[in-house]
Structures are given as structure tokens and as C-alpha cells.
């Protein structure tokens, strides 16, 4: 048996530049889980919106017309590593429709 996977996200240990500077200035962070008892724990998710997949900043505000979508958002969305499956409504198709969509329609 072959262990056909990706290796856990994790954007905090991330080699990848531009995800190492939106973290370091503050464009980017971490998703957090916020748990009953008032803890929280980070995961190695980017933090963005869930109804436009903008990019929220350290201050928890969403990043206008930054997207992210895919592998680094994964934890904060699920399954982003998968083929999207068409004719099925498919989550990832979705949002690939949702964020052309905006961007298009973008107006300053």
C-alpha cells in the first residue's frame, strides 16, 4: 500500500515568500479555532472570509479583493485538494465561479 497524500498546510512554517510576507506584515494570519472554554488553537489554514475568500488580516478585518483559494486555506475550508467533480455542484467549482465572478464585477 502506497500513502498517496499531502503533507499537513501549514502557512506559519511555509517556505513560500509571499506567504511569508503577507504573515510578517500583517496582511495575512493563521486561522484560529475558538473553543467553548475560551481557548483557541491555530491551524496552519490562511485566514479568509468563508462567503467571499478574502484574505482577512491580523486585525481580523478581510483584505478587499485579495483572494485565496485552494491548498493554503486548507483547514479553514475542506477538501481543497481534491479535483473539483463536475455536473455535481462541486464546492471548489463554487467558488472558483464566486471569486471570477467578483472579480470581475470589481469597481473602484
Do not use: C
Request: no cysteine; glycine share 6%; net charge negative.
Amino acid at each position: 500500500m502506497i500513502e498517496a497524500r499531502l503533507a499537513s498546510i501549514d502557512i506559519r512554517i511555509s517556505k513560500n515568500p509571499l506567504i511569508q510576507d503577507l504573515l510578517k506584515t500583517g496582511m495575512a494570519r493563521p486561522y484560529e479555532l475558538h473553543f467553548k472554554d475560551g481557548s483557541t488553537e491555530q491551524l496552519g489554514a490562511m485566514d479568509v472570509t468563508t462567503e467571499t475568500a478574502e484574505l482577512i488580516d491580523n486585525d481580523g478585518t478581510p483584505v478587499p479583493n485579495v483572494y485565496v483559494w485552494g491548498i493554503t486555506t486548507e483547514g479553514r475550508h475542506w477538501l481543497t485538494n481534491g479535483s473539483p467533480i463536475p455536473s455535481v455542484n462541486d464546492v471548489r467549482l463554487r467558488m472558483a465561479d464566486m471569486i471570477a465572478n467578483q472579480m470581475m464585477t470589481y469597481s473602484e
